[in-house]
């Protein structure tokens, strides 16, 4: 298939387009290096090359700003205090103090996990059946174990596993807010469970 050639017209347009276009790279192409079939090799000598020079550097200085941070969960407390309030300011205030008095407590201490869980699901709905709104849960500092292998353990199983309980349904609908009790109602090792206005 042959091209047909411009007619006059075509040609005179193209031109005025070609004149008032800018070059998308003003600089011209650095030429093309010969093909290596091309190239002669150079001679063979026997006296090794002058070594050049290495330039002064500082290891890190074409980095950008400041090494990212590792992204390591915090811990139980950081996260818990970090939450958002969801409940009433003074009432937050005076839990914080330990002015606010449980409506009903229950001590998980001895439990395991299969055993916590149910218990836990039963004394919450329980309670909130019952239009209480402030309750505590005690769960224990956890052991701190002399040889807990090569990966770190957190001590307190149920320390930690409560208030992962507390946000997953069944109980996320009627709980609050969860916030560690104050030293006079059991310290880190016990909870504030702040529970909804039954409907």
Partial sequence: MSRRKLRPDELELWQKVARTAD???????????????????????????????????VIGQASRGKDPAHDVLPGLPERIASAP???????????????????????????????????????????????????????GKGKHLEDSGPIPVRPGVLRHAVPQWLALPPLAQLVLQVAPAHARHGGSGAYYVYLRRPR
């Fill in 85 to 139: 309030v969801h409940m009433d300011k003074k009432a937050w205030k005076k839990l914080n103090r330990g002015k606010l008095m449980p409506e009903g407590r229950i001590d998980l201490h001895g439990m395991s996990r299969d055993q916590a869980r149910p218990a836990l699901t039963a004394f919450v709905t329980g309670a909130h059946a019952s239009g209480r709104r402030l309750v505590l849960v005690i769960t």
């Fill in 23 to 57: 070059r998308l790279h003003p600089h011209p192409h650095p030429p093309r290096p010969a093909r290596a079939s091309n190239v002669l090799t150079p001679a063979r000598s026997d006296t090794p090359p002058e070594p050049q020079p290495i330039a002064s550097f």
